[in-house]
């Protein structure tokens, strides 16, 4: 079955990094394109960034431009987010998801950025 393993996540101080992954398995991975997504408390899921299948093309939400890097390698089935210069407004849970197949997303792993 389809499975979307989130990890990285954790509590880091504003300015700080954290690199994000999430293993992919139960699909050809390299024929979809990716999302991140975040929710935090109280606040409506954003769509963060979205990658290509061949990683070739990204888009980013205008607040993480700069900051925020997309990737992926196609050979480990694992899509990642690099995020520098991290925000208390960037405190959220952050969801890896394939935006073409409905229910196709991970638990989830917790970006808390306080000092």
């Known amino acids: 079955q389809v499975q979307l393993v989130e990890s990285g996540g954790g509590l880091v101080q504003p300015g700080g990094s954290l690199r994000l992954s999430c293993v992919a398995s139960?699909?050809?991975?390299?024929?979809?394109?990716m999302t991140w997504y975040r929710q935090a408390p109280g606040k409506e899921r954003e769509l963060v960034a979205r990658?290509?299948?061949?990683?070739?093309?990204?888009y980013y939400l205008d607040a993480v431009k700069g900051r925020f890097t997309i990737s992926r390698d196609n050979a480990k089935n694992t899509l990642y987010l690099q995020m520098n210069n991290l925000k208390p407004e960037d405190t959220a849970v952050y969801y890896c998801t394939v935006p073409a197949r409905t229910g196709w997303g991970g638990q989830g792993t917790q970006v808390t950025v306080s000092s």
């Open positions: 990658i290509t299948s061949s990683g070739g093309s990204a």
């Open positions: 139960g699909f050809i991975f390299s024929n979809y394109g």
